[in-house]
């Protein structure tokens, strides 16, 4: 099979003018799929590096299994542990969902239960109108709670919960343009006298690390503490940027995905041409005693030798027109400082392995079938 | 004329049209995803007419960016010739791994710009932490009626956890969004209670014009005031502070479309061209296989083509029966390609493969492809036809 080889390359070589017919159509085909893919790169890359490297040093602790803050349940003494290993901004919550009235009106409210008042009023930059938290079944509401249902300071609330009203007195308005504006906030304590079956239980944990401390360290902790839980960053602007360009520039490689079936097509009638033009050098090989597997390997060959050349030329082509497109866009547009086309390597091996897939796919069958008509066509001679 | 029907085999163009339709379809496919690419991002801000306006910063990059202070809203919201307003706060929020972009409005007011029809559940925002989401972000995030979702705002330390009470469907870009009340939007995006991102404007041009409204906002002229008091929404009475803050923010007044075509050609560089640009490119990229197409097409014949010289029909003539032929040919395989990129474009869209960030881009249609594609066809066809018919004649296809 392997004796067609060089007859197939030297038939390539002695006919320059076509075979650079079918390499070029296989190779701009490559080329339109690389450029943009190169340039969205380009640009992808410029984008993620403009995205400020800021890692918040404020985190949440959640229970790993729940997906709402609502649903996670937590050892509370997680925070004594968080504590004891040296973390020093660490608050324990405990949110719950409750009907609250309050004069004649009612409303489905967050409650939130906080055993550190002071600190995470400090945490969240509350501002009290009134006095914070001091006793047992003391309120605090936010500023927008309050105004939605006419609550002043010394007013009481009546929470329906269990079955069971509980009666907390307003003892102060609280202001920090954050959820708890819109919440009522009491002590911990006085959460799990409401709801007993979450005693010693908190939804989620909020603590920040002190600067020079790795987040790595408060993940090692939290595995070595046998604590199932998942470390949510505060603040994951970059992460949210990254899922944006993603999104954004994997819909270019998305694009590209039926112009491989179009480097199909242009491979099988490449293929059949190739055939076609090959048929008298058929006809002669079978008249000289080449087999019908010889016919065949010949024509394939020669069509896999333009189409690998096609794939190089159409690489080549490729990264040349991108980075003149490119150069030619920032000239116009005076953008000197946007990041030059690049293609990732598994840009590279995922282009050459679809176009290969696609290429030989296409050029199997205009192969076999002119090997198959070859005997007949040789009797022609 | 019998013998000119009888020598073109409609049985072996068959993969030659094929072969048309696939290019034909690959630029249909490109025009129509660049182009609604392009489309849906211009149409950000919404596809209105020229009534309808959005304020916002003058600094800012674009609408959804910007910071302006609430007090905009009341100066103009009791101005004669605003029939509606929307203040708005959009931020980008984390939903579990998915970045998405919440939109805080006031619910009553937002109705004004949009037609927001409810598809499952409510369409009341009864309740501070609960919000309505888009028809496509909750096939996204696989979000149901009921459901909790915990949001890691992107610009501020605050989280929220949202109970969904509704799905709706707009035939917008909110199709893509989370809608919740407006402090939600605030505290997502870190903004104080006096601050939103941009406010949404429904004017009468009989009795206000956009200049007009540029001009009262920069204090140049007082425009004439609503004759009757304002009632305020519940949503907006809250957010009212006793004593507002002074800000010194210069504001401008934009279309919607305009307003998003701006920062794309100042920004992002890009234009409707560029788009037409990558739809040149694959047309340059089809060329030479159109060619091959032509030339295989005559080959393919090459024996009745002898015949009928032998039998003494012209160069002329026989370019004539090829060329009729592929111009039916070209036609044929353009509208079907053209139809079937626009389906696969539509196919790529609604399986999310095509979006602009968190936006799915809807497909465009621009029929200017269709007429290019047939003209790049014929003509290239029938220059390839033209070469491939003068080696058949010069005998190097005689032999088979």
Same mark, same amino acid.
């Given at each position: 099979?392997?004796?067609?080889?060089?007859?197939?390359?030297?038939?390539?070589? @002695?006919?320059?003018?076509?075979?650079?017919?079918?390499?070029?159509?296989?190779?701009?085909?490559?080329?339109?799929?690389?450029?943009?893919?190169?340039?969205?790169?380009?640009?992808?890359?410029?984008?993620?590096?403009?995205?400020?490297?800021?890692?918040?040093?404020?985190?949440?602790?959640?229970?790993?299994?729940?997906?709402?803050?609502?649903?996670?349940?937590?050892?509370?003494?997680?925070?004594?542990?968080?504590?004891?290993?040296?973390?020093?901004?660490?608050?324990?919550?405990?949110? /719950?969902?409750?009907?609250?009235?309050?004069?004649?009106?009612?409303?489905?409210?967050?409650?939130?239960?906080?055993?550190?008042?002071?600190?995470? %009023?400090?945490?969240? @930059?509350?501002?009290?109108?009134?006095?914070?938290?001091?006793?047992?079944?003391?309120?605090?509401?936010? /500023?927008?709670?309050?105004?939605?249902?006419?609550?002043? !300071?010394?007013?009481?609330?009546?929470?329906?919960?269990?079955?069971?009203?509980?009666?907390?007195?307003?003892?102060?308005?609280?202001?920090?343009?954050?959820?708890?504006?819109?919440?009522?906030?009491?002590?911990?304590?006085?959460?799990?006298?409401?709801?007993?079956?979450?005693?010693?239980?908190?939804?989620?944990?909020?603590?920040?690390?002190?600067?020079?401390?790795?987040?790595?360290?408060?993940?090692?902790?939290?595995?070595?503490?046998?604590?199932?839980?998942?470390?949510?960053?505060?603040?994951?602007?970059?992460?949210?940027?990254?899922? !944006? /360009?993603?999104?954004?520039?994997?819909?270019?490689? @998305?694009?590209?995905?039926?112009?491989?079936?179009?480097?199909?097509?242009?491979?099988?009638?490449?293929?059949?041409? /190739?055939?076609?033009?090959?048929?008298?050098?058929?006809?002669?090989?079978?008249?000289?005693?080449?087999?019908?597997?010889?016919?065949?390997? %010949?024509?394939?060959?020669?069509?896999?030798?333009?189409?690998?050349?096609?794939?190089?030329?159409?690489?080549?082509?490729?990264?040349?027109?991108?980075?003149?497109?490119?150069?030619?866009?920032?000239?116009?547009?005076?953008?000197?400082?946007?990041?030059?086309?690049?293609?990732?390597?598994?840009? !590279?091996?995922?282009?050459?392995?679809?176009?290969?897939?696609?290429?030989?796919?296409?050029?199997?069958?205009?192969?076999?079938?002119?090997?198959?008509?070859?005997?007949?066509?040789?009797?022609?001679? | 004329?019998?013998?000119?029907?009888? $020598?073109?085999?409609?049985?072996?163009? +068959?993969?030659?049209?094929?072969?048309?339709?696939?290019?034909?379809?690959?630029?249909?496919?490109?025009?129509?995803?660049?182009?609604?690419?392009?489309?849906?991002?211009?149409?950000?801000?919404?596809?209105?007419?020229?009534?309808?306006?959005?304020?916002?910063?003058?600094?800012?990059?674009?609408?959804?960016?910007?910071?302006?202070?609430?007090?905009?809203?009341?100066?103009?919201?009791?101005?004669?010739?605003?029939?509606?307003?929307?203040?708005?706060?959009?931020?980008?929020?984390?939903?579990?791994?998915?970045?998405?972009?919440?939109?805080?409005?006031?619910?009553?007011?937002?109705?004004?710009?949009?037609?927001?029809?409810?598809?499952?559940?409510?369409?009341?925002?009864?309740?501070?932490?609960?919000?309505?989401?888009?028809?496509?972000?909750?096939?996204?995030?696989?979000?149901?009626?009921?459901?909790?979702?915990?949001?890691?705002?992107?610009?501020?330390?605050?989280?929220?956890?949202?109970?969904?009470?509704?799905?709706?469907?707009?035939?917008?870009?909110?199709?893509?969004?989370?809608?919740?009340?407006?402090?939600?939007?605030?505290?997502?995006?870190?903004?104080?209670?006096?601050?939103?991102?941009?406010?949404?404007?429904? *004017?009468?041009?009989?009795?206000?014009?956009?200049?007009?409204?540029?001009?009262?906002?920069?204090?140049?002229?007082?425009?004439?005031?609503?004759?009757?008091?304002?009632?305020?929404?519940? +949503?907006?009475?809250?957010?009212?502070?006793?004593?507002?803050?002074?800000?010194?923010?210069?504001?401008?007044?934009?279309?919607?479309?305009?307003?998003?075509?701006?920062?794309?050609?100042?920004?992002?560089?890009?234009?409707?061209?560029?788009?037409?640009?990558?739809?040149?490119?694959?047309?340059?990229?089809?060329?030479?296989?159109?060619?091959? +197409?032509?030339?295989?097409?005559?080959?393919?014949?090459?024996?009745? *083509?002898? *015949?009928?010289?032998?039998?003494?029909?012209?160069?002329?003539?026989?370019?004539?029966?090829?060329?009729?032929?592929?111009?039916?040919?070209?036609?044929?395989?353009?509208?079907?390609?053209?139809?079937?990129?626009?389906?696969?474009?539509?196919?790529?869209?609604?399986?999310?493969? +095509?979006?602009?960030?968190?936006?799915?881009?809807?497909?465009?249609?621009?029929?200017?492809?269709?007429? $290019?594609?047939?003209?790049?066809?014929?003509?290239?066809?029938?220059?390839?036809?033209?070469?491939?018919?003068?080696?058949?004649?010069?005998?190097?296809?005689?032999?088979?």
């Amino acid at each position: 099979m392997t004796s067609t080889f060089i007859p197939a390359l030297r038939s390539v070589l @002695n006919d320059p003018k076509r075979s650079l017919l079918y390499i070029l159509t296989i190779a701009f085909l490559i080329m339109v799929i690389l450029a943009p893919t190169a340039i969205a790169n380009g640009y992808s890359k410029q984008l993620s590096d403009l995205i400020p490297a800021y890692a918040s040093s404020r985190a949440i602790i959640m229970n790993a299994s729940a997906n709402t803050v609502s649903t996670s349940v937590l050892r509370y003494s997680l925070v004594k542990e968080l504590r004891k290993h040296g973390v020093k901004e660490v608050y324990g919550e405990l949110l /719950i969902r409750s009907r609250l009235m309050a004069g004649n009106q009612t409303l489905n409210a967050v409650v939130r239960g906080v055993d550190d008042v002071d600190g995470f %009023y400090r945490y969240m @930059n509350i501002r009290v109108n009134g006095s914070k938290l001091g006793g047992e079944f003391q309120a605090n509401v936010g /500023i927008l709670l309050a105004k939605r249902l006419n609550i002043n !300071l010394g007013d009481e609330l009546n929470l329906v919960e269990g079955g069971a009203v509980w009666r907390l007195r307003v003892v102060g308005i609280i202001d920090c343009s954050c959820p708890c504006d819109y919440e009522v906030l009491t002590s911990l304590n006085t959460l799990w006298r409401i709801k007993p079956d979450l005693k010693d239980k908190i939804s989620i944990v909020e603590l920040q690390l002190a600067s020079g401390r790795r987040s790595g360290d408060l993940e090692t902790f939290l595995s070595e503490s046998s604590s199932h839980v998942k470390v949510l960053r505060e603040r994951p602007f970059e992460e949210a940027a990254q899922n !944006l /360009i993603e999104a954004t520039f994997n819909s270019i490689k @998305n694009w590209t995905l039926p112009l491989y079936a179009v480097i199909l097509v242009a491979a099988y009638f490449t293929t059949t041409k /190739i055939s076609i033009d090959s048929q008298r050098e058929v006809a002669i090989l079978r008249c000289i005693g080449a087999s019908r597997r010889d016919a065949f390997s %010949y024509i394939f060959f020669k069509a896999l030798l333009i189409i690998e050349f096609g794939i190089i030329a159409g690489l080549s082509l490729g990264i040349i027109s991108a980075e003149v497109i490119f150069r030619a866009l920032s000239l116009i547009f005076s953008t000197g400082s946007y990041q030059p086309p690049s293609l990732t390597a598994l840009d !590279l091996v995922k282009t050459m392995c679809l176009t290969q897939i696609s290429t030989v796919a296409g050029a199997i069958y205009p192969a076999l079938k002119v090997s198959g008509e070859a005997a007949w066509r040789s009797s022609y001679q | 004329m019998a013998i000119q029907l009888s $020598i073109i085999s409609y049985r072996r163009l +068959i993969p030659l049209l094929i072969a048309l339709i696939a290019i034909s379809a690959s630029i249909s496919f490109t025009a129509s995803t660049f182009l609604g690419i392009y489309d849906t991002t211009t149409n950000l801000m919404g596809d209105c007419g020229e009534d309808m306006l959005v304020i916002y910063g003058a600094s800012a990059r674009t609408p959804q960016t910007s910071i302006i202070p609430l007090t905009v809203y009341e100066k103009i919201v009791e101005l004669d010739g605003v029939e509606a307003a929307s203040p708005e706060a959009a931020a980008i929020a984390l939903a579990g791994d998915k970045a998405i972009i919440v939109r805080g409005v006031d619910p009553t007011l937002i109705q004004e710009f949009y037609r927001i029809h409810v598809v499952e559940g409510e369409d009341e925002l009864s309740e501070t932490f609960s919000a309505l989401a888009g028809v496509r972000l909750a096939r996204k995030l696989g979000l149901g009626v009921g459901d909790l979702i915990t949001l890691r705002s992107a610009f501020s330390n605050n989280y929220v956890e949202l109970r969904i009470v509704g799905i709706y469907e707009s035939g917008s870009y909110l199709d893509d969004e989370l809608l919740a009340p407006i402090f939600v939007g605030q505290w997502l995006r870190g903004l104080r209670r006096d601050l939103v991102s941009l406010i949404r404007v429904k *004017i009468d041009l009989r009795k206000l014009s956009k200049n007009d409204l540029i001009l009262h906002l920069r204090g140049a002229r007082e425009a004439k005031k609503k004759p009757a008091p304002i009632t305020r929404s519940s +949503i907006m009475r809250l957010l009212v502070l006793p004593h507002a803050r002074r800000y010194r923010v210069e504001c401008v007044v934009r279309s919607p479309r305009e307003s998003m075509e701006s920062f794309l050609g100042r920004e992002v560089k890009i234009n409707r061209a560029t788009m037409w640009s990558i739809v040149f490119a694959v047309i340059f990229g089809s060329t030479l296989l159109i060619y091959l +197409i032509s030339t295989l097409m005559a080959s393919t014949h090459s024996r009745e *083509i002898i *015949i009928l010289r032998s039998l003494g029909a012209s160069r002329k003539r026989l370019m004539l029966l090829l060329s009729s032929a592929i111009i039916s040919l070209s036609a044929a395989s353009s509208i079907v390609g053209f139809i079937l990129g626009i389906f696969i474009s539509s196919m790529f869209s609604s399986e999310n493969l +095509i979006a602009m960030g968190p936006y799915t881009a809807n497909p465009s249609i621009a029929l200017e492809v269709l007429p $290019i594609t047939v003209l790049v066809a014929v003509v290239i066809m029938v220059v390839g036809m033209r070469f491939e018919l003068e080696s058949i004649l010069r005998g190097e296809y005689g032999r088979v």
